[in-house]
Every structure is written in structure tokens, then in C-alpha cells.
T-cell receptor
Framework: NAGVTQTPKFRVLKTGQSMTLLCAQDMNHEYMYWYRQDPGMGLRLIHYSVGEGTTAKGEVPDGYNVSRLKKQNFLLGLESAAPSQTSVYFC????????????FGQGTRLTVV | AQSVTQLDSHVSVSEGTPVLLRCNYSSSYSPSLFWYVQHPNKGLQLLLKYTSAATLVKGINGFEAEFKKSETSFHLTKPSAHMSDAAEYFCVVSYGYQKVTFGTGTKLQVIP
């Protein structure tokens, strides 16, 4: 089925470890986004990309890096994980920008201990 | 500043009864508004969106929402709840290029 696929679905990290979350979409969308979801706070934008080779900071970018080397993939990196980064991470993609609606992946539940 | 407020964190209804999930927004611009649904362990799915056309918007699975500018509201309704509607619902306001604000979510419980 077409859509947005996130890898992995679950992960436990120790403080200070690094990891990369992968988001892949097969809808040829230009726009891709990484959000984090925390209880009682809705979704907050970490970083986004408006096309291959481009990235931009969102609302809560500190502690994260991203890359968009291929149009279909958007990677989110944590260089040195902290307990405050325990969250559920969602990737989204859109043909016309998130302001027009977006498709979301199933989420990655990350726990930093 | 743009914001969105979902007035209830939890709503419980009996199967077959109407659903009302409330959302109020503030925006300096003419906003676009969305409702998304998130089933357990799933991603967010777009239910419906308002983009300054008809004020009554119909979405998937029998849901609809009405944009009321005078009340700055965009409440989500469904005439008859089904067990499969149990999920978390997010109201979202768009206020410019790449800028959206998500509400904090309303968890809908459907009682058999």
C-alpha cells in the first residue's frame, strides 16, 4: 500500500547514544516533516523539508538533525540522546505543503533511559 | 498568535448516539482547519479539511464539521457513533506557509 513508512517502530536508547529514524514515502511528495508527540502537547514540528536536498528548522529543532538526500527519504538523527527526547515521533509527507493536509506514518516510540 | 483549543480531553458516548468534539481556534488570517484521527498505534489520518469554501465540510466515515467564524469554532460531529470511532482526534489550524498548530487531542470512548 502507498503511504509513509517509518523505521523502526520502537526503540530504547541509553542517554548519550545516537540513532537515526528513517521515513520513506512512495507518493512522490515534495514536502516531508518530522514531528514529536508528547502527552497533552499535540504534535510539534522538529524539522521539515520542501524538496530533495533541503531542510529547515521547525518549532523544536534542538538536539536533532535531518537529511533529505533522496526525495523519498527523510532521516531524523539524534546525536546524543537525552531523556527529554523520549517521545513518539511521526513523519509526514505532503504534495502541497502541510498547510493543505498531510499523510502520516505510524510513528516511532522512542524511550531514552 | 495562532492557536487551537480542544475543549475536552476525553469524550465518552454510547454506541449509536451523536458525537460532538469541540474545537476553537484563533488566527489573524483566514485559516485552514483540519481534523485528524489517530487510532491506537497508528499514524494520523486526515478526516476532513476546511479551506474557505463551504462552511459545512463532510469527511470520511460519516464525520462532518462546521466552520463558524463568529464563534471561531470548528466542531466535529457524527450523527451515530460506532465502536470503530474510538480513537484520538486532533484539530489543526493552518496559518501560513508550512505552519500548522495541532490541538492537544480529544480521546473518544464509545461504550457498547
Amino acid at each position: 500500500n502507498a503511504g509513509v513508512t517509518q523505521t523502526p517502530k520502537f526503540r530504547v536508547l541509553k542517554t548519550g547514544q545516537s540513532m537515526t529514524l528513517l521515513c520513506a514515502q512512495d507518493m512522490n511528495h515534495e514536502y516531508m516533516y518530522w514531528y514529536r508527540q508528547d502527552p497533552g502537547m499535540g504534535l510539534r514540528l522538529i524539522h521539515y523539508s520542501v524538496g530533495e536536498g533541503t531542510t529547515a528548522k521547525g518549532e523544536v529543532p534542538d538536539g536533532y538533525n535531518v537529511s533529505r538526500l533522496k526525495k523519498q527519504n527523510f532521516l531524523l538523527g539524534l546525536e546524543s540522546a537525552a531523556p527529554s527526547q523520549t517521545s513518539v515521533y511521526f513523519c509526514a509527507s505532503s504534495a502541497s505543503g502541510v498547510s493543505y493536509g498531510a499523510f502520516f506514518g505510524q510513528g516511532t516510540r522512542l524511550t531514552v533511559v | 498568535a495562532q492557536s487551537v483549543t480542544q475543549l475536552d480531553s476525553h469524550v465518552s458516548v454510547s454506541e449509536g448516539t451523536p458525537v460532538l468534539l469541540r474545537c476553537n481556534y484563533s488566527s489573524s488570517y483566514s485559516p485552514s482547519l483540519f481534523w485528524y484521527v489517530q487510532h491506537p498505534n497508528k499514524g494520523l489520518q486526515l478526516l476532513l479539511k476546511y479551506t474557505s469554501a463551504a462552511t459545512l465540510v463532510k469527511g470520511i466515515n460519516g464525520f462532518e464539521a462546521e466552520f463558524k467564524k463568529s464563534e471561531t469554532s470548528f466542531h466535529l460531529t457524527k450523527p451515530s457513533a460506532h465502536m470503530s470511532d474510538a480513537a484520538e482526534y486532533f484539530c489543526v489550524v493552518s496559518y501560513g506557509y508550512q505552519k500548522v498548530t495541532f490541538g492537544t487531542g480529544t480521546k473518544l470512548q464509545v461504550i457498547p
